[in-house]
T-cell receptor, first 112, second 112 residues
Framework: DQQVKQNSPSLSVQEGRISILNCDYT??????FLWYKKYPAEGPTFLIS?????DKNEDGRFTVFLNKSAKHLSLHIVPSQPGDSAVYFC???????????FGKGTTLSVSS | DAGITQSPRYKITETGRQVTLMCHQT?????MFWYRQDLGHGLRLIYY???????DKGEVPDGYVVSRSKTENFPLTLESATRSQTSVYFC???????????FGSGTQLSVL
């Protein structure tokens, strides 16, 4: 049973517009959430994270929002750039857990 | 260079053969992980290690063996490779089990 779900396999956005990537989770014990970005033929790289004590975290063009009651988080990229085209993985962990659990990923395509 | 390195980058083998994928990190991170990435499944945890001589199973451990005699190395062995083990394998390390992961560049394994 998937604990971290990314229900949109792909997303296409025009350069300069906002990209919104969504992630849902089922385990209420999760208290730390991360987004990773992956280019082809490379390993995933850390993008941004958020603790369950917050509902928003910003880093430049990237903002992650957490809605604990809905067990939902989203990654906003504003403005989107062609270099943002990649696969984005949502991941979650619990302090009582053992390792990060990843979603299946969403492929973002930003066209110029 | 400091970081996490995986070898080989590409490997082709035959069904039934033993294969070992290597992983080396220079950060002295306590935790190391092996994930596999498959279309439609995202990143799935195979094994992880909390420290030298301590290893534990992840989500998909069957058919794999790991060891960790030194903190910096975490090899993954397929004792008798099967076609279903054709995948991209990523090694990662972190300071703690729920901290952000740093990934290697991956090993693309094909089992014929």
């Amino acid at each position: 049973d998937q604990q971290v779900k990314q229900n949109s396999p792909s997303l296409s956005v025009q350069e300069g517009r906002i990209s919104i990537l969504n992630c849902d989770y089922t385990n209420s014990m999760f208290d730390y959430f991360l987004w990773y970005k992956k280019y082809p033929a490379e390993g995933p790289t850390f993008l941004i994270s958020i603790s369950s004590i917050k509902d928003k975290n910003e880093d430049g063009r990237f903002t992650v929002f957490l809605n604990k009651s809905a067990k939902h988080l989203s990654l906003h990229i504003v403005p989107s750039q062609p270099g943002d085209s990649a696969v984005y993985f949502c991941a979650a962990s619990a302090r009582a857990g053992t390792a990060l659990i990843f979603g299946k990923g969403t492929t973002l395509s930003v066209s110029s | 260079d400091a970081g996490i390195t995986q070898s080989p980058r590409y490997k082709i083998t035959e069904t039934g053969r033993q294969v070992t994928l290597m992983c080396h990190q220079t950060w002295s991170h306590s935790y190391m992980f092996w994930y596999r990435q498959d279309l439609g499944h995202g990143l799935r945890l195979i094994y992880y290690s909390a420290a030298a001589d301590i290893t534990d199973k992840g989500e998909v451990p069957d058919g794999y063996v790991v060891s960790r005699s030194k903190t910096e190395n975490f090899p993954l062995t397929l004792e008798s490779a099967t076609r279903s083990q054709t995948s991209v394998y990523f090694c990662a390390s972190s300071l703690g089990p729920y901290e952000k992961l740093f990934f290697g560049s991956g090993t693309q394994l094909s089992v014929l």
